[in-house]
């Protein structure tokens, strides 16, 4: 999160250059041919997002929007009352002629309101002031139009980011690394589409030209590694876009699962991540739940795959499609081994280690993700062949859906890591596209796929309805929620335990937040009931009412909303708030967690680990405000601690001390 906090300090110490950035990017906007190749609406929205926190402020913002807007229309409006239509045969707009007749047909149609109504319409937004420069529209008229269209477009864009920043910031500390991953998120949905285009329209014939040249250098030797290619690139050219396409899949699918791997060999903060979702998952888990994602997960086990695969190989061995069986067996082989070679050379430890023996125990990549994307994966390529593109969706969807459903249950029930699913799904890509590219290039002359999906279909069923039957009871036990409390005396806790326990809340995303500045041993009603009797009350979960009560200038304190922050994934177990007494409105948040450490008393006490903050209304803009954490920890601990029983208390100070925290710590005994 380093280049977090890097992007957000310099936005912060060079704000002008910020505005300027949204001035150049609303400009670029309005510009032909430079409008399509930027993404300044996603960059602006999302450098809106920085107005709640402080960072940049709104009317600045909304000012660079709206004049970028109106010089880029006004730029393009007088190229095209200067140059007339020879504008249009000059570089680069010769080289979109069909962007310039569809503008020229919407101005036609909408006459002088185009201008406004293009700002808003991507595709010929960009060429419909160049449009209405070329027709000579009245310059009067069209600056009165731009300039009104340049005054709704930047707030309908910028104001939207302003309110998910505020929702951002209402999440805590955190809430600024959010709204810079937005961005970054924005920035890669854009270069993600782009990509795409580029590889549709530019990247395929690039690929198809290199496959022609390396295979035609590979007929002119004759050596061990020119005969390989020529069988895997053979003669067939019928389909070579789809080949060009499926060798860039191949490229991503691969990079995505050896980027993988490196953060999981090398401890990158993807494993903090896992651990987030994985105790995240397990908190929110139920058993109709369990029962539900077990079933699934049983529809993936091996014996369910092998008897998948024995129906399909029948069928195609009985139709002598003997090519194509040997395909669909590599396809699903393969990607077993590969599977197994992968798990014993990375050793991965799984989320619950107890769960399997022997090499299974490995948990990356995972088996269930692997084997299946591969086996239905191929399944579906072969079906999908002679259909229709309607047809292909009717199949291609549900055994998607499959698919997903058995590498989610995965993750569920803490058989794998999310990092393990997503590469072993990976993986499967990389495997299917190596083997659908020779496919394509050797296909079978008796490829006889009729009834395919409808066998491949009863054999899941009926394998999968014995698996279930004969296995769901032993798996609801397997996998059935692990919370392991270890048991310790009141005398190691106080002395040692306390401070092996985590010292600050530990986000979504990996960050450190908030310390714990009260631990505390005992039933929790035990904890309630001191805290209310000294005018601590349950806080308001996140409903409508207690949302819009941040919209009061002067909201009432137990109406409004509380934000349930989590802590490695978990939920608090309770949330009380009370005031603080200032003249504006504050407020301390108490939130609580279970720990997996317990008194050894009678009856056993467990452990909980509390912070307490101080909160303040920030207004951000027009009334809407949200809460924002000051960082009073010592103080905030101390309100809670003068609410407890002194008694059962002792002070303890951590090592490890900052600026918004002293390391101070009380240690509460309930019993």
Not at 126 to 151: E, H
Not at 180 to 194: D, E, G, P, S
Not at 339 to 363: C, E, M, Q
Not at 552 to 558: K, L, T, V
Request: charged share 15%; aromatic share 10%; glycine share 8%.
């Amino acid at each position: 999160m380093k280049a977090v906090e890097m992007m957000t300090a310099l936005a912060s110490a060079y704000p002008y250059v910020s505005y300027g950035i949204v001035l150049v990017l609303a400009l670029s906007e309005s510009l032909p041919v430079l409008g399509a190749a930027i993404p300044g609406t996603a960059i602006i929205v999302a450098l809106s997002a920085l107005v709640p926190s402080g960072v940049l402020k709104l009317y600045p913002l909304l000012a660079s929007a709206t004049a970028g807007a109106i010089i880029g229309d006004g730029f393009a409006f007088w190229l095209g009352h200067r140059y007339h239509r020879e504008i249009a045969d000059r570089w680069p707009f010769n080289r979109y002629p069909t962007l310039i007749e569809k503008s020229e047909a919407f101005f036609h149609r909408h006459g002088g309101k185009s201008v406004f109504l293009a700002r808003f319409t991507p595709g010929v937004r960009a060429f419909v002031p160049l449009v209405a420069g070329i027709t000579q529209m009245p310059a009067g008229r069209f600056y009165a139009v731009n300039i009104l269209s340049a005054l709704v477009w930047a707030p309908s864009h910028i104001l939207p980011g302003v309110f998910a920043g505020a929702f951002a910031s209402s999440q805590g500390a955190a809430g600024t690394h959010l709204i810079v991953l937005l961005i970054i998120f924005a920035a890669a949905t854009w270069l993600t589409l782009r990509l795409t285009r580029y590889a549709v329209l530019r990247a395929v014939p690039l690929v198809m030209y290199g496959v022609d040249t390396l295979r035609d250098r590979a007929r002119q030797a004759d050596n061990l590694v020119s005969r390989l290619v020529l069988r895997l690139l053979g003669p067939t050219e019928n389909e070579l876009p789809i080949l060009a396409l499926l060798i860039a899949i191949l490229v991503g699918a691969a990079w995505l699962f050896f980027g993988i791997a490196e953060d999981v060999i090398t401890g990158d903060p993807l494993v903090t991540f896992d651990k987030s979702v994985f105790a995240f998952l397990q908190g929110i888990r139920t058993r109709a739940a369990d029962a539900v994602m077990i079933g699934i997960t049983e529809l993936g086990d091996t014996t369910v795959v092998l008897a998948v695969s024995a129906a399909v190989l029948v069928l195609l061995a009985a139709r002598r499609s003997w090519r194509t069986a040997g395909y669909f067996l590599g396809a699903v082989v393969g990607a077993s081994i590969f599977n197994t070679v992968i798990k014993v050379a990375v050793h991965r430890v799984r989320p619950s280690p107890d769960l399997y023996a022997g090499w299974s125990n490995f948990s990356f990549p995972s088996g269930h993700s692997t084997e299946n994307a591969a086996l239905y994966g191929f399944i579906a390529f072969l079906v999908c062949r002679p259909l229709s593109n309607a047809g292909r969706t009717w199949v291609a969807l549900p055994i998607t859906m499959l698919i997903i459903a058995i590498a989610f249950s995965r993750v569920y029930l803490g058989a794998h890591w999310f990092s393990d699913v997503v590469a072993g799904l990976a993986f499967a890509v990389v495997w299917l596209t190596i083997l659908i590219v020779a496919y394509l290039n050797h296909p079978s002359s008796k490829e006889a796929t009729a009834g395919l999906l409808g066998v491949a279909g009863a054999a899941l069923i009926a394998g999968g309805g014995l698996n279930i039957w004969h296995q769901h009871a032993a798996d609801v036990e397997r996998y059935g929620i692990r919370w392991e409390v270890r048991t310790v005396s009141k005398h190691d806790w106080l002395e040692a335990e306390w401070e092996a326990l985590p010292a600050r809340r530990l986000d979504i995303v990996g960050e450190y937040e908030e310390p714990f500045v009260i631990q505390y041993a005992g039933p929790l009603s035990g904890l309630i009931a001191q805290l209310e009797a000294n005018g601590w009350r349950q806080g308001s979960v996140w409903n409508p009412s207690g949302l819009a009560e941040w919209l009061n200038p002067n909201p009432d304190i137990e109406k409004a909303a509380t934000s349930p922050l989590l802590n490695r994934g978990n939920l608090p177990a309770l949330i009380l708030i009370k005031e603080t007494g200032s003249p504006d409105f504050g407020r301390y948040v108490l939130r609580a967690w279970p720990t997996e450490l317990a008194l050894d008393t009678e009856p056993i006490s467990p452990l909980w680990l509390v912070s307490a903050i101080e909160e303040k209304r920030h207004e951000a803009l027009f009334g809407l405000g949200f809460p924002e954490d000051v960082g009073s920890y010592d103080a905030a601990g101390k309100a809670v601690a003068n609410a407890l029983d002194p008694r059962k208390a002792t002070e303890k100070v951590r090592a490890v001390t900052s600026a918004d925290w002293s390391g101070r710590v009380s240690l509460f005994s309930g019993s």
